[in-house]
């Protein structure tokens, strides 16, 4: 199910940095392979580090050198990431979810933050991307009590963007997947940081920033392309710069 040894926190830290410096690569898909999306931490192999004299933690340190770049990559790169919840996204599963920019839902998945359960406190920047999504008091819940909660329940609190039926979810990745990788990447790059950095900076300070933004973004040929086919009644095709 996923469970996330070192080896695959590893590998998937590399990929999704080097996703991320990939001028080619204009939309990410996170999805989890088999039935379910992501289950968190591996607990046998931190069970194994806790019985180690030279882990008495568990591997303390992979908070540092995996969760948190993991985190920081899915919601810093500078393209859309799309995470495709195909099943359980638990623990550390669940937060690479919620730093996603969409979260398309498989009905029968479900979400569950997991770490109270095992008396631990919140990782992979749950903390920050959750009380956005649902709001401190929700967040504060769900994280303190933990449960599984269904997809129509993320759906309503806020934590799905879409859900869909089993037979269609593939079609429904594949189709935001395919809008997103053909539309204006810098401008998508540019939305995403517009956006974290006003959570975190007055009116002043975020209307500052967005005119940086929307220089930069003017200046791109997206923007040329866009304005020219909508006087010519067209569809603008984007490059992503």
């Not at 591996?42 to 882990?55: I, K």
């Not at 669940?94 to 029968?108: G, L």
């Not at 002043?204 to 006087?231: N, R, W, Y």
């Amino acid at each position: 199910m996923n469970s996330l040894t070192l080896s695959t926190k590893v590998a998937l830290r590399d990929a999704l940095h080097e996703a991320a410096a990939d001028s080619a690569v204009r939309c990410v898909v996170l999805r989890g392979a088999g039935r379910a999306f992501c289950v968190g931490q591996d607990l046998q192999e931190h069970l194994a580090g806790m019985a180690s004299e030279e882990d008495p933690y568990g591997s303390a340190s992979t908070v540092e050198d995996h969760y948190n770049p993991i985190a920081t990559a899915i919601a810093t790169m500078p393209k859309p990431v799309i995470a495709a919840v195909n099943g359980i996204a638990a623990g550390a599963g669940a937060s690479m979810a919620f730093a996603a920019d969409f979260r398309v839902v498989a009905r029968s998945a479900g979400f569950n933050t997991a770490f109270a359960a095992i008396a631990f406190s919140c990782d992979t920047g749950a903390s920050w991307t959750l009380p956005r999504l649902v709001g401190t008091t929700r967040a504060t819940d769900l994280l303190m009590r933990p449960r599984t909660i269904s997809a129509d329940e993320a759906l309503e609190i806020g934590v799905a963007t879409s859900v869909v039926d089993d037979d269609a979810f593939d079609e429904a990745v594949a189709t935001l997947a395919h809008e997103l990788a053909h539309g204006p990447t810098l401008a998508y790059g540019a939305i995403k940081r517009s956006l974290a950095f006003s959570a975190t900076h007055d009116l002043a300070t975020s209307l500052q920033h967005e005119g940086q933004k929307m220089a930069l973004t003017a200046a791109s040929s997206d923007h040329a392309a866009a304005v020219k086919a909508f006087l010519a009644k067209e569809k603008p095709e984007f490059t992503g710069r």
